[in-house]
Structures are given as C-alpha cells and as structure tokens.
C-alpha cells in the first residue's frame, strides 16, 4: 500500500536558470549597441520593469508569515498561501473543500473525477506522476505540501515552504481542521465538519435500520488475491465503518480494522471468511490483473452476496480518496446502493 514519493532534481533547474540569466545580461549588453532613440525606448520599457519587479519584491518581502506546527516540525508559512503545490494527490481535495488556491497538483488528483472539474476550472497544472523541477520552479508556488520522508524536500525549500504531513496520522475531519489552519481557512473548515455530521445524523439511521446486523466488506482483486480494506483507506471505509458504524466480518474487524492498518492481504481460499452479506469492490489501481480471476471464480460467484445481488463497483481510482469532495461524492453512492439492499 505504497504512498507517492517525488525524487525532485531541483539543482538541476537552479543550474539552468543561471545559463538562461547569463544569457540574458549578454543581450543586454548587445542591446546598449542601438541606435539613441532604441536605447530611449530601452531605458523606459526597463524602469517600467524595474518598477514592477520593486513591486513584486515589496509585496513578497512584506507577505505575512506565521509559524504552523507540521508534522515534521514548525515551519514559517505564508498566512495566506495563493500559489499551494499539492505533491501528495491525497491532500488536493481538501484544498479544494476550502477554495484554497491550488496551482500545481499530481496527476491521481488531477484525475479523480470528484474534483477534476473543479481542478480544472482553476487551472491547476498537471505535474504528472514526477515532477520537473523546471514545472515547479515556473508555478512560483509559495508553499509545498509533501509527505513526511518525501525525497528532495531541502532541494523544494529552496524555492517555498514545505509543509510535511504524515499519511494517515489523522483522519479525515481533523486532517480538514489542520488544512483549514494551514490556509487560514479555519472557519470554513469547522463549517464544512459541521455539516458533514448534520448529513451524517440524517442517513445513519436509515441505513442501519436497513442494513440491521448484516456485514459488510471491502474487497479489492489484485495479483496475488485480494485486499481487505477497513476504516482509514478510502473506498468508503470511512463511511461504512467510521460514520454509518456498520459491522465488518469478524476477520476483516481484527485484521482491517482493530489493526489499526486500514487493510489486510489475503489469498482466494480465504475470501469466505473476509466476505460480508453486503460487498463493495473494485479492481485494485496498484496492478492491471484481471479482476475476472476473482469474480469468475467459484468461490466469489457461491458468497451469498453475490447470489443475492448485493455487490456494489466503487470506482477503482477515484474511489480510493478520502478528502472532503470525495467523500461527499461518495456518501450519495454508498448510501443508496446500502439502502438498496434489502
């Protein structure tokens, strides 16, 4: 269950940006060969940019800095962020919760169609799954959201804060409360909690009264059987389990759950034990195994969810974030194929 690590080569840019400079102050020097009213003219357009890079200077010298307490130690950050690079793709959401400026952020973010629109109609940049230090370096980000442990972080300090969080320490309503902090976004981030728990308060008791004692499972195929995912991975866990309080197969509770991991790996044979009356499942994203090795086998096709139609298709990428859009993408989902399984 591996997170995204960005190797960053920012020396690399920083070298570059010294070659185009002392390219520059070359055509400069040829430029004082012109003719009088050229240098005129030359003279003027460069006070006019002069003026503007004081101006650029003077409002970045005198942005506000505060210090925020990461997870990696306190770091001075601007108060009110406007260009945030998302190196994580599991924060991004959060920053679009809050209406938080997000210039740049990993394509597994750009792409997750519960914020993709959104992303895209702010014109956040795509980095892709790496990084070029010369795309960093050309958004002119003013903070870095990255892992603890992320590779390259003292080459990213050279151009913004970077502010480390640690994936999975909180879950997904203190991680909003830390964002909305971060961004100086605090009330629309208790507003946006609040909310949520009104929602909440509203289904839970429809659903439980519909779902009563039955279980409920998480199963993803993958190469080597499946995984067994509980509370804190996405794929609605946090919902099913955190929020709804719905009841696990008693394997799948010790393993998934009560483990504190969030997930379990098992193998075919075991499947019967790990599956609930009520199954939601996806291919796994992490390989491009044929799930049909699962769901046409005998073994998946005699679970009595199965046989009673109560397997629910979470989508296999989008469906694995826990931010605030896509949960709230998801309550609707897993709300109705729940009510629906009567």
């Known amino acids: 269950m591996r997170k995204q690590r960005t190797p960053i080569w920012i020396m690399m840019a920083l070298i570059l940006l010294l070659v185009l400079s002392a390219c520059g102050q070359s055509a400069t020097t040829n430029s004082k060969t012109a003719d009088s009213a050229n240098a005129a003219a030359e003279t003027e357009t460069k006070t006019d940019s002069n ?48 209406d938080a400026p997000v210039v740049g952020a990993l394509s597994g973010a750009m792409n997750n169609k519960y914020i993709k629109d959104q992303l895209a109609a ?82 839970k008791p429809k659903v439980q009264e519909v779902v009563g004692d039955r279980t409920v499972s998480i199963l993803n195929p993958y190469a080597k059987g499946l995984f067994v995912f509980g509370h804190n991975y996405g794929r609605g866990g946090e919902i099913i389990y955190g929020e709804f309080g719905l009841k696990a197969p ?50 998946w096709k005699t679970l009595p969810a199965v046989k009673a139609n109560h397997v629910f298709q979470l989508d296999p990428t989008s469906d694995t974030y826990n931010d605030p859009v896509t949960l709230e993408g998801q309550l609707q989902f897993i709300t109705d194929s729940l009510l629906s399984a009567k």
Do not use: H
């Open 250 to 299: 008693a394997k799948a509770q010790v393993e998934a759950i009560d483990s504190g991991t969030g997930w379990a790996s098992i193998s075919m044979e075991l499947l019967p034990e790990y599956a609930g009356d009520i199954i939601f499942t996806s291919p796994w994203s992490g390989d491009k195994t044929d799930p049909k090795i699962v769901y046409d086998n005998t073994l």
């Open 51 to 98: 003026a503007d890079s004081s101006a650029e200077t003077s409002a970045t010298a005198e942005e506000e800095l505060v210090t925020y307490q990461s997870d990696a130690g306190e770091v001075q950050v601007p108060k009110n962020p406007q260009r945030i690079v998302d190196l994580t793709s599991f924060s991004t959401g959060y920053f679009v919760a809050l």
């Open 122 to 203: 702010a014109g956040t940049s795509d980095l892709g799954e790496v990084p070029t230090p010369e795309k960093l370096i050309s958004l002119k980000p003013d903070l870095f959201i990255v892992y603890t442990g992320t590779e390259g972080i003292d080459k990213l300090e050279q151009i913004a804060p970077v502010v480390q969080i640690t994936f999975g320490k909180r879950d997904f309503k203190d991680l909003m409360l830390e964002m909305g902090k971060l961004t100086n976004r605090e009330d629309a981030a208790i507003a946006w909690n609040a909310k949520w728990e009104e929602r909440i308060n509203e289904l």
